[in-house]
Nanobody
Framework: QVQLVESGGGLVQAGGSLRLSCAAS????????MGWFRQAPGKEREFVAA???????TDYADSVRGRFTISRDNANNSYLQMNSLKPEDTAVYYC??????????????????WGKGTLVTVSS
């Protein structure tokens, strides 16, 4: 059974940092584009970041570019380092993975697999 499990969410003050992790299991994800989306209360889910299978190509939403960094390791894990957090970053963050979508199109994709999300709350 394929699973994506997020961890690392929590409560942080504005200006602080958090590191989210996504552990994928049930198959090999080395060929998958992996990424993160988020959904704030009362808003639609939005793209945050994506990384290709090798880690050599990334893409970010304009709202997080320069503050967030996506990475992955040789195992089935991806990470989202979030710095200089703002109250508007408050959301449930979801890990996602897709085999056939490139990094630049990941934000538009109907991805293959989703995690259940981890809550990030940034206080002002």
């Amino acid at each position: 059974q394929v699973q994506l499990v997020e961890s690392g969410g929590g409560l942080v003050q504005a200006g602080g940092s958090l590191r989210l992790s996504c552990a994928a299991s049930g198959r090999t994800f080395s060929d998958y584009t992996m990424g993160w989306f988020r959904q704030a209360p009362g808003k639609e889910r939005e793209f945050v970041a994506a990384i290709n299978w090798s880690g050599g190509s990334t893409d970010y939403a304009d709202s997080v570019r320069g503050r967030f960094t996506i990475s992955r390791d040789n195992a089935n894990n991806s990470y989202l380092q979030m710095n200089s957090l703002k109250p508007e970053d408050t959301a449930v963050y979801y890990c996602a993975a897709d085999l056939s979508t490139s990094v630049v199109l990941f934000r538009y994709a109907y991805v293959d697999y989703w995690g259940k999300g981890t809550l990030v709350t940034v206080s002002s």
